[in-house]
């Protein structure tokens, strides 16, 4: 019994920490997390465009972070009520991304895979590791070109 009430106040705990927030601080919760895969994925990017060396060290510690950053329960970050139509001029996430929620986890279900990807192939050479980046890329650029506006 003891096991079970651990379970469900550990489940609850999150879900009520994520309501005690308020808007502004989940919008700025999102960008930091969305900083923080952007300076993670613009190393391995810069690798894999040449404009820094390739190292594999560098790059496979890239993939581990961009893979610790996915690991997050990042639903938090996108509660209802913190779109740019909720927030005008602090966030750029459209309101469609709770519209159409399928198709928004269907584009981070794609990143999750890609950052797996990724994982496997930061360390075994720019052979390896620029389709991975295309493919991480085009797993950003998919999630951008529907759901975030272009400006605030």
């Not at 651990?6 to 705990?13: G, I, K, P």
């Not at 459209?94 to 930061?122: C, H, K, S, Y």
């Not at 295309?134 to 529907?146: E, I, M, P, S, V």
Request: proline content about 3%; some cysteine; glycine content about 10%.
């Amino acid at each position: 019994m003891r096991k079970l009430l651990l379970a469900t106040l550990a489940a609850a705990v999150p879900a009520t920490m994520a309501l005690a927030q308020s808007a502004e601080d989940t919008v700025k919760a999102r960008q930091g997390f969305f900083q923080l895969v952007g300076f993670e994925t613009g190393g391995l990017a810069a690798m894999a465009k040449g404009d820094v060396d390739y190292d594999a060290e560098a790059a496979s510690a890239h993939a581990a972070d961009l893979s610790a950053l996915i690991s997050l329960h990042v639903a938090d970050y996108f509660a209802p009520g913190t779109s740019n139509a909720d927030l005008p001029g602090k966030t750029r996430a459209l309101p469609v991304i709770w519209e159409d929620t399928d198709g928004f986890m269907e584009r981070m279900q794609a990143l999750n895979a890609a950052v797996d990807t990724m994982a496997g192939a930061a360390g075994g050479g720019l052979d390896a590791l620029r389709p991975a980046m295309g493919q991480l890329g085009g797993a950003c650029k998919a999630c951008h070109d529907d759901y975030r506006a272009k400006s605030f």
